[in-house]
């Protein structure tokens, strides 16, 4: 059954570097979505994606922060400077269709701000 | 604003039916889904309403009334594995998702 990948597994950076987080969607899904959840907590949207634009962004994702379809499977996010309060963790998820067609969500991705 | 809310949590016995409420405050609002998540892991969808009523898939079905801004999901014949954290998510014109806080169900036998 194909998947969600997401690279690395775990980040470790230093605050005030710059991080990329990789993500490989389902090969036919058009909706790509980057969400954050802080430890303990609820999964917060953060953007959409869709025919190579953002749709929809949260109050979260300000300029710190920016998405990519670089080629046709990877999506990225990258956040330019990061923050102690970036520490999460990062699900990318991808979907067929629009509405409320199914959000597929990769393994995630630990991001640890020193 | 926008705004989900669902009880923190809930225990129940194996075998037994419980159920998970969710109101909503959303603007927009297309459809709920719910989404279960274990401890370690990513969500994984279980259940959509677009329209009023109930949907039924397995042992799980989730019902939506959109007069009420209410839905909940129905779990049968819990079992131990279904303890879990479940969120329900509201959908804005197909993209963007808002998450409750969550449920956490603990299942005893």
């Known amino acids: 059954e194909p998947e969600v990948t997401q690279t690395p597994s775990h980040q470790v950076t230093q605050m005030g570097q710059e991080v990329i987080l990789r993500c490989v969607p389902i090969s036919n899904h058009l909706y790509f979505y980057w969400y954050r959840q802080i430890l303990g907590q609820k999964v917060e949207f953060l953007v959409s994606f869709y025919n190579n634009e953002i749709s929809e962004k949260s109050e979260i994702f300000d300029d710190q922060f920016s998405v990519e379809r670089p080629d046709g499977s990877n999506f990225t996010l990258k956040i330019r400077s990061t923050k102690l309060e970036d520490s999460a963790m990062y699900f990318c998820?991808?979907?067929?269709?629009?509405?409320?067609?199914?959000?597929?969500f990769g393994p995630g991705t630990r991001l640890t701000v020193l | 604003g926008q705004s989900l809310e669902q009880p923190s949590e809930v225990t129940a016995v194996e075998g037994a039916i419980v159920q998970i409420n969710c109101t909503y405050q959303?603007?927009?609002?297309?459809?709920l889904s719910w989404y279960q998540q274990h401890d370690g892991g990513a969500p994984t969808f279980l259940s959509y309403n677009g329209l009023d009523g109930l949907e039924e898939t397995g042992r799980f079905s989730s019902f939506l009334s959109r007069s009420d801004s209410y839905g909940y999901l129905l779990l049968q014949e819990l079992q131990m594995k279904d303890s879990a954290s479940y969120f329900c998510?509201?959908?804005?014109?197909?993209?963007?998702?808002?998450f409750g806080a969550g449920t956490r169900l603990f299942v005893k036998a």
């Open positions: 998510a509201s959908h804005t014109g197909g993209f963007k998702t808002i």
């Open positions: 998820a991808s979907r067929k269709l629009a509405g409320g067609d199914t959000q597929y």
């Open positions: 959303t603007s927009g609002f297309y459809g």
